[in-house]
């Protein structure tokens, strides 16, 4: 029973590379998120998707990107890698029905440092 | 617009010792409320939530939670603390679509 799984766990850029942070979920739901979470801020969303081939900012998009050519995967686009940018990443999944936000299930984080 | 605030960034209790974690919640509709838990180097894991009716919710690990619209709070609280408790908790209120805004987090440490 995977859940919600992320790749790589750990990863060091340095200024200006890009990267793809992987998150695939095998529970069929709808909905998928990614936040970031920095000592002290909580998370805070970055983009989400209601579903294959839809996506949306959330509060702190700047910097990414995302798609979502599948329910299952929802991979997000580091281009021109930043400090700012050092954080932990979390990918989410939840089913949404009639308007009523689920819970969301959490991939163990993807920490990503940039020098 | 919509925020969660957790006043207490940390909080040392005794084992043994009742725990109250505060939350307080702003939004314009009926709220969906949350509590998760982050052990170090972990993800987060829903501790319970609150949807509608009975005001008192029930979750796991022995933990519960009043919802008091009233006070728009929605405080976590555990009669008796273990010492594997100690861990981050963050309050959360979801939103109509779909994801949850969280609070800053309360550190939880536990004294032996």
């Known amino acids: 029973n995977a859940g919600v799984t992320q790749t790589p766990k750990f990863r060091i850029l340095k200024i200006g590379q890009s990267m793809t942070l992987q998150c695939a979920q095998d529970m069929n739901h709808n909905y998928m998120y990614w936040y970031r979470q920095d000592p002290g801020m909580g998370l805070k969303l970055i983009y989400y998707?209601?579903?294959?081939?839809?996506?949306d900012k959330g509060e702190v998009p700047n910097g990414y990107n995302v798609s979502r050519s599948t329910t299952e995967d929802f991979p997000l686009r580091l281009e021109l890698a930043a400090p700012s940018q050092t954080s932990v990443y979390f990918c989410?999944?939840?089913?949404?029905?009639?308007?009523?936000?689920?819970?969301?299930?959490f991939g163990e984080g993807s920490r990503l440092t940039v020098l | 617009a919509q925020s969660v605030t957790q006043p207490d960034i940390h909080i040392t209790v005794s084992e043994g010792a009742s725990l109250e974690l505060r939350c307080n919640y702003s939004?314009?509709?009926?709220?969906?409320l949350f509590w998760y838990v982050q052990s170090p180097g972990q993800g987060l894991q829903l501790l319970l939530k609150y949807f509608s009716g009975d005001t008192l919710v029930q979750g796991i690990k022995g933990f519960e939670a009043e919802f008091k619209r009233s006070q728009s709070s929605f405080n976590l609280r555990k009669p008796s603390v273990h010492w594997s408790d100690a861990a981050e908790y963050f309050c959360?209120?979801?939103?109509?679509?779909?994801?949850?805004?969280f609070g800053k987090g309360t550190k939880l440490s536990v004294k032996p």
């Open positions: 939004y314009g509709a009926t709220p969906y």
């Open positions: 989410a999944s939840s089913y949404m029905a009639s308007g009523s936000p689920g819970e969301l299930f």
């Open positions: 959360a209120v979801g939103r109509s679509q779909g994801n949850l805004i």
């Open positions: 998707s209601v579903g294959a081939g839809i996506t």
